[in-house]
């Protein structure tokens, strides 16, 4: 079993659907979670943290269930602009304080006017 | 621009030979990943350093894969006697502690 897993997709949806995306992730000594965006062809940005008590952003929210050790992203009022793919990542920390931070693969959402 | 800056952006080069890419990472930041992605896969974990001190290495990083931090700002990632299996991108990233890493574009390397 992968460390962080994701359905891969695609998420086909219209403009103004409301979609979300779950990310399992295996260690439960996983310290921190975030939420990238990557376009196509392009380099992985920030798009949220993820916190115990969950966080909302404009159309955008995460959750963290650690007790099924999950993290979830909901997108409402999806746009075209909101096509790409979303990473979840969790971060396991190592004795020494470093850290060891692993991506899942990656779901691809394409929004459709 | 003050971002995550990587160097070559592409390399094509033939079986057996050594390539060697750069990173410059955002200037107080002292923390630096180094990643490989694969077409239709997330990034894969490589190496990171803090400072210049080399902190984690993935198994990932076979014998051929090398990677420095000599001054603490720049990094460079060697891969020596390359296999076509190297084809990937190689991504750099950069953060202040464990705050948000921020990525640079990329090099992407195509082994013949």
């Known amino acids: 079993r992968k460390e962080v897993e994701q359905d891969p997709g695609p998420f086909n949806v219209p403009e103004g659907a409301t979609v979300a995306f779950n990310c399992t992730y295996s260690n439960s000594a996983s310290q921190s979670f975030f939420w990238y965006r990557q376009d196509c062809r392009k380099e992985p940005k920030l798009l949220m943290s993820?916190?115990?008590s969950g966080n909302e952003d404009g159309r955008f929210t995460a959750q963290l269930n650690r007790a099924s050790q999950y993290i979830s992203l909901l997108i409402r009022d999806s746009k075209l602009s909101d096509s790409a793919t979303y990473l979840c990542?969790?971060?396991?920390?190592?004795?020494?304080?470093?850290?060891?931070?692993?991506f899942g693969r990656g779901t691809s959402l394409i929004v459709h006017p | 621009d003050t971002g995550v800056s990587q160097n070559p952006r592409h390399k094509i080069t033939k079986r057996g030979q050594n390539v060697t890419f750069r990173c410059d990472p955002i200037?107080?930041?002292?923390?630096l990943y180094w990643y490989r992605q694969t077409l239709g896969q997330g990034p894969e974990f490589l190496t990171y350093f803090q400072n210049e001190a080399q902190l984690e290495k993935s198994r990932l990083l076979s014998d051929r894969f090398s990677a420095e931090r000599p001054k603490g700002s720049f990094s460079t990632l060697e891969i020596q006697r390359t296999e076509q299996g190297d084809s990937a991108m190689y991504l750099c990233?950069?953060?202040?502690?464990?705050?948000?890493?921020?990525f640079g574009p990329g090099t992407r390397l195509l082994v013949l």
């Open positions: 990542v969790v971060n396991k920390e190592r004795p020494g304080g470093s850290y060891i931070p692993t």
């Open positions: 200037s107080e930041h002292n923390r």
């Open positions: 990233a950069s953060s202040r502690g464990q705050e948000t890493q921020y």
């Open positions: 993820v916190y115990s």
